[in-house]
């Protein structure tokens, strides 16, 4: 079965840091561009940020530019989100998401079921 | 940055009517980058079409999308109780950033 599953959400002071973590299963991440979506409590979705299938391309939202990278280790089939100096608006949960094209476009076609970030005192 | 504006923020209606869901570009978008999504309560996003008009794997044709340029839209016809959910467009180009609509809320 095709799945991605995150983990590494928590508890976090303003300030702190946390790694994400998205492992994939079903499939090879080495041939998929990967994204980070977040959604907060109540609210819609929000892109986070993109990485290519080989990592050599990073690119985040600007709320989160210079806070947050995204890198990826094709080997163990992973993907991970590093995010730093956390603030309260980056309460969320967080996705991962499959890149999908075709001919006819382009699409999140596989998603994880999230981890819940919380970020307060 | 292009913004995507969907309209109504909430859609009341009954089994078996027909739902038209509304998504706005601020300025023309390529019809190929243009997705929605279905979200039900307490679960992921799914994908539901993509390239404005391509249903995914899985997808009943009682959804369908249309649209072109700035104007898109996404119809269920014959509404079942499990479409009753959130639904978002998406726009996601040849690069970053991807935006997403706010969502319109489809509820009995």
């Known amino acids: 079965e095709v799945q991605l599953v995150e983990s590494g959400g928590g508890l976090v002071q303003p300030g702190g840091s946390l790694r994400l973590s998205c492992v994939a299963s079903?499939?090879?991440?080495?041939?998929?561009?990967m994204n980070w979506v977040r959604q907060r409590p109540g609210k819609g979705l929000e892109w986070v940020s993109y990485?290519?299938?080989?990592?050599?391309?990073?690119f985040c939202a600007d709320s989160v530019k210079g806070r947050f990278t995204s890198s990826r280790d094709n080997a163990k089939n992973s993907l991970y989100l590093e995010m730093n100096n956390l603030r309260a608006e980056d309460t969320a949960l967080y996705y991962c998401a499959r890149d999908y094209f075709d001919a006819s476009g382009t699409a999140f076609d596989i998603w994880g079921q999230g981890t819940l970030v919380t970020v307060s005192s | 940055e292009i913004v995507l504006t969907q309209s109504p923020g909430t859609l009341s209606l009954s089994p078996g009517e027909r739902a038209t869901l509304s998504c706005r570009a601020s300025q023309t978008v390529t019809s190929t980058y243009l997705a929605w999504y279905q979200q039900r309560p307490g679960q992921t996003p799914r994908l539901l079409i993509y390239?404005?008009?391509s249903r995914a794997t899985g997808i009943p044709d009682r959804f369908s999308g249309s649209g072109s340029g700035t104007d898109f839209t996404l119809t269920i016809s014959g509404l079942e109780p499990e479409d009753f959910a959130v639904y978002y467009c998406?726009?996601?180009?040849?690069?970053?950033?991807?935006?997403f609509g706010q969502g319109t809320k489809l509820e009995i």
């Open positions: 390239g404005a008009s």
């Open positions: 079903g499939f090879s991440i080495s041939t998929y561009e």
């Open positions: 990485i290519d299938g080989s990592g050599g391309a990073m």
């Open positions: 998406q726009h996601y180009g040849i690069a970053p950033p991807c935006t």
